[in-house]
Nanobody
Framework: QVQLVESGGGLVQAGGSLRLSCVAS????????MGWYRQVPGSQRELVAS???????NYADSVKGRFTVSRDNAKNTVALQMNSLKPEDTAVYLC??????WGSGPRDYWGQGIQVTVSS
């Protein structure tokens, strides 16, 4: 059983920082793209940041220069450092990873989501 487990969310004042972490547990043969999405009730889920297995990252325009995504391939973890947080960053953040189990093809996995609330 492969699971993605997020940690690090919470409440922070505008201008503050939070660091989200996500670990993929289980027997994993390969990890491909990993990243973070966020969702606000009534809105579509949006990509925040992603990173390839080679370390190439991609960011939503709204977070460029403030957020940094990183990963540890040996530990199958992905992190999101969020600085200069704004109230509009308030959302449920979900970890996403394309993983392959032994004997299977790659598929997308999602974490349960973690709340980030930025107060003004």
């Amino acid at each position: 059983q492969v699971q993605l487990v997020e940690s690090g969310g919470g409440l922070v004042q505008a201008g503050g920082s939070l660091r989200l972490s996500c670990v993929a547990s289980g027997i994993i043969a390969s990890a491909y793209g990993m990243g973070w999405y966020r969702q606000v009730p009534g809105s579509q889920r949006e990509l925040v940041a992603s990173i390839t297995s080679d370390g190439v990252s991609n960011y939503a325009d709204s977070v460029k220069g403030r957020f940094t995504v990183s990963r540890d391939n040996a530990k199958n973890t992905v992190a999101l450092q969020m600085n200069s947080l704004k109230p509009e960053d308030t959302a449920v953040y979900l970890c996403n990873a394309a993983l392959r189990r032994w004997g299977s093809g790659p598929r997308d996995y999602w974490g349960q989501g973690i709340q980030v609330t930025v107060s003004s």
